[in-house]
């Protein structure tokens, strides 16, 4: 227990699994936390006189499964082995920790999820700057990036760290309570430290190669996480972690946090929902599947790279023999990122060095089906690894287990030492069988055994019935009850030779194991090279796979500033509707110059936010490389989009769902680019109906008037913004139909010219099931408002005041605040009022009678 309280100060945060014989055991707090999330048995023992200690263990070959469980839940684990042979050692034997494993910090299959990052996030912050950096160490990705905490957000919502680390004395203003946390101490962010390490790890004398030289904040970002990786998680062997890249945001859409989570893009915010990844991922591999959710909430912006990806996914629709070869092989390639990483850190099995030979194999088979077509360049050439296809092939066995202490790895004719050793142990039981036939033609013993245990080795056993025929050279071992065992020098030397054996085929095979990843370190870049490759067909050949599936079409991308849809469908809705039921596709035009801004009313449940977001959608789809749900597409490229779409709130900071709403429209309205396509659905719907037309009518008349004339969709209830045309060119009225037969309401979904005056709110409450008394009710006082405010209600009401009360004798009170009503009234030219100016005209004469 003193060793054990020794190791556990130096890792007071972790639970520490301590080595005891063939058990993990822990001790005291982290007892009764393991006992509770694995769900094993907590005991007592005792602790030195009157005192006992809290005790749960697992037997050590099941560690990768508890382990799983301890740090999906959050936990820090400390790995503590016995660093000595216990048979060699008297007393207590020496142990240490030799390995860490957090959320972000893992190579564990268990903990990995196949398609999904694994990313440890470390923010630097100085003011209102952030340097942030990510590593997924069981791939060696490794990105940095600077900004304000915008970008921080982006990041949060764009990469979903698993953890995320930090210097103990920030102030962080952003929510982190929903991740996984840990503090460092400050001496681990220094600029000067960090580029050090950094320049060491990548045997460079600066970092002007990768590009990174001038945001030093990201610099000082990821010296702290190789700080934490080595320094805290004693993750030494990082030789596949080969490059630093910048996030460079000049080359991707710009979606803000409230975009990637309005548009569901990655998860759905419905538990029976789905999101577009899930809709597009037909990928076959890990790493495949990691690269396409990157390309989802990273759409390119320039026409190059995107108009290459739109010909590659042609190139396979239109070679399907060609397609389906490379599917079958990616069918076979495993997830050789995340084997490289287990290489480079020593942990890889044979078993999965197997899995990287077969898919190397598979991968020059791909090599050749590419090489003679032209598409194979601007896919990118993949590297020649048939000398590392060969180093394994002669090393290691066809058939390989899956830990390298089952023996049986290093192939046959390799080594002659190996060979003769295993001849010596393979030949063994014949050598027994000859020795126990002599043994009983010489004795007359015909119930004469050769057997063998742990304990006491080899030995003869003959039963008492047959002692007195035991030959004087044989030397007694052990006495049982109704049986003596024996030994001879031919017996002796034997078990020496073979046990022997047995100990140096283990030394020599992990010799020759070690060697053969050492010769591998030589290729990881060519193998990382590769994997991106693949991963980059994958993706392309799922865009292709869902092109097919789906009658999706190839996008037409323009120079102009135009977005031209015709028959758009949700990617998304199109797929969940009820078997027989179609989505109905909708055209949309928008022009900065002559449509910049279509204002869209319609009933509720008609499907205007769908609409909105199927076109954000087919945009996001296009500019990833895709294929896109349309009849046509003609595209000039989009730099940002932006979303308002749906109702949600903050509570926790304090944030009504109309603060939320204000905070993301200001947003938008901050940060708006001459290419930016802007989505507002129901802006102002969480105030009152006055403060609400008109937020939402300034807005509108924002995004009209701004010199950027950004693209927008504007769906509203307000039905008063439909005389924004009247004044504004670029606002053009549409509406989503309905037809009305007998009384029902029924729900077109298609889009058309003109604006519209109804919600039919009391229709879908129908359909909700409200009762029918109720329904009634709300019919009648509909009737009733429609007939006290009618459309001119808020002109005649004015007309109302300055025509009969303008004389009223109050007036000549001295009193401001009625001369300043005589003001406003007398200014008033009722004819030159839209209705929307006048509402908000009479709402502030309201107030002031209101004092």
């Known amino acids: 227990m003193k060793q054990y309280n020794a190791i556990k100060a130096k890792y007071p945060d972790t639970i520490l699994l301590f080595r005891v014989g063939d058990f993990y055991e822990t001790f005291g707090e982290d007892a009764i936390k393991a006992s509770k999330i694995l769900n094993i048995t907590l005991t007592k023992r005792a602790n030195g006189k009157a005192m006992f200690i809290e005790l749960a263990g697992f037997p050590h070959h099941s560690l990768e499964n508890y382990l799983t469980k301890l740090v999906k839940f959050g936990s820090r684990v400390a790995i503590c082995d016995q660093l000595e042979d216990p048979k060699t050692v008297k007393g207590i034997v020496k142990r240490g920790v030799t390995e860490i494993i957090t959320p972000g910090v893992t190579f564990s299959e268990n903990v990995l999820t196949s398609k999904n990052n694994n990313f440890l996030l470390a923010i630097h912050q100085e003011k209102n700057l952030y340097g942030l950096a990510l590593l997924d160490i069981s791939t060696g990705e490794f ?53 050090e390490k950094l320049c060491k790890h990548f045997k460079t004398n600066s970092l002007k190669g990768f590009g990174v030289e001038e945001i030093p904040l990201a610099i000082t970002a990821a010296g702290a996480i190789f700080s934490y990786v080595i320094e805290d998680t004693h993750h030494n062997l990082l030789e596949h972690i080969s490059k630093i890249q910048r996030i460079p945001s000049q080359n991707f859409i710009w979606m803000d946090a409230f975009t990637i989570r309005n548009l569901e893009l990655i998860q759905s915010s419905h538990p029976m929902g789905k999101s577009l990844l899930q809709i597009l991922d037909k990928t076959f591999t890990g790493m495949g599947g990691r690269m396409l959710k990157r390309w989802i909430v990273l759409p390119l912006i320039h026409q190059k790279p995107i108009q290459e990806r739109l010909n590659i996914v042609a190139f396979f629709l239109s070679n399907s023999d060609i397609m389906d070869d490379i599917i079958a092989s990616l069918q076979k390639i495993s997830d050789i990122e995340r084997l490289v990483g287990k290489l480079a850190s020593g942990k890889i099995q044979p078993k999965e060095l197997g899995y990287l030979r077969s898919s190397l194999s598979e991968i020059d088979q791909i090599h050749e089906k590419l090489d003679a077509y032209p598409i194979y360049e601007i896919i990118g050439r993949l590297k020649n690894l048939t000398a590392l296809i060969t180093i394994l092939n002669t090393n290691l066995e066809d058939e390989l287990p899956v830990l390298l202490s089952k023996g049986n790895v290093i192939k046959k004719g390799f080594n002659e030492e190996l060979d003769f050793l295993r001849n010596l142990k393979q030949n063994g039981q014949t050598f027994l069988d000859d020795m126990c036939r002599r043994e009983t033609e010489r004795t007359q013993i015909s119930s004469l055994k050769i057997n063998f245990n742990n304990v006491f080795g080899y030995y003869i056993e003959v039963r008492n019935t047959h002692k007195d025929k035991v030959p004087e050279d044989w030397i007694r071992k052990q006495t049982l009850v109704s049986a003596e065992r024996y030994i001879t020098e031919e017996l002796k030397e034997y078990e020496n030779q073979i046990l022997s054996a047995e100990e140096k085929i283990a030394k020599i095979e992990s010799e020759l194991y070690q060697k053969l990843i050492q010769d591998i370190y030589f290729y990881i870049s060519d193998i990382q090279h590769n994997a991106k490759i693949i991963s980059k067909i994958d993706v392309l050949i799922s865009f292709a796979i869902s092109a097919l599936e789906n009658s999706y079409t190839k996008p037409e991308i323009l120079e102009n500033n135009r977005l031209d849809i015709q028959d758009g469908r949700h990617p998304v809705i199109e797929k969940m509707l009820p078997l027989g039921e179609s989505y109905i596709p909708n055209d949309i035009t928008i022009d900065p110059i002559s449509q910049q801004i279509l204002m869209i009313t319609g009933p509720n449940m008609s499907g205007k936010s769908a609409l909105l977001r199927q076109t954000a959608l087919i945009v996001l789809m296009a500019q990833m490389g895709s294929y896109v749900p349309a009849k046509h597409l003609q595209l000039g490229l989009v730099d940002k989009i932006f979303t308002r779409v749906g109702a949600s709130d903050n509570i926790s900071q304090g944030e009504s769902t109309f603060m939320v709403e204000m905070n993301e429209t200001a947003s938008i309205l901050n940060n708006i680019s001459e290419r930016s396509l802007i989505l507002l659905d129901e802006i102002g719907r969480g105030t009152s109906t006055y403060d609400g037309v008109s937020i939402a009518w300034a807005i509108a008349e924002y995004l009209h008037n701004h010199s950027k004339k950004p693209k927008t969709l504007f769906a509203t209830h307000y039905h008063e913004l439909n005389d924004m045309t009247q004044t504004y060119k670029r606002i053009k009225n549409f509406n989503v139909s309905i037809k009305e037969v007998n009384g029902n309401i029924l729900f077109v979904r298609k889009l058309k010219s003109g604006g519209s005056e109804h919600s039919f709110g009391i229709h879908v409450a129908k359909l909700a099931g409200m009762p029918k008394s109720l329904l009634k009710k709300a019919e009648e006082i509909l009737k009733n408002l429609e007939k006290n405010h009618s459309k001119n209600d808020t002109k005649n009401s004015l007309k109302k005041i300055t025509e009969e009360n303008i004389q009223l004798s109050f007036f000549q009170l001295d009193d401001p605040v009625l001369e300043n009503i005589r003001e406003e009234l007398i200014s008033i030219d009722i004819n030159t009022l839209t209705p929307v100016e006048a509402l908000m005209k009479l709402n502030y004469i309201k107030n002031l009678l209101g004092k």
Do not use: C, M
């Not at 698993?162 to 929510?175: G, K, L, V």
């Open 143 to 195: 990105y940095v990036t600077q900004g304000n905490e915008e970008t921080l957000k982006q990041i949060l919502f764009t990469f979903s760290p698993n953890e995320i680390i930090y210097q103990r004395s920030s102030i962080i203003n952003y929510d982190l309570s929903s991740y996984h946390t840990y503090k460092l101490e400050d001496w681990a962010f220094q600029f000067e430290y960090a580029h």
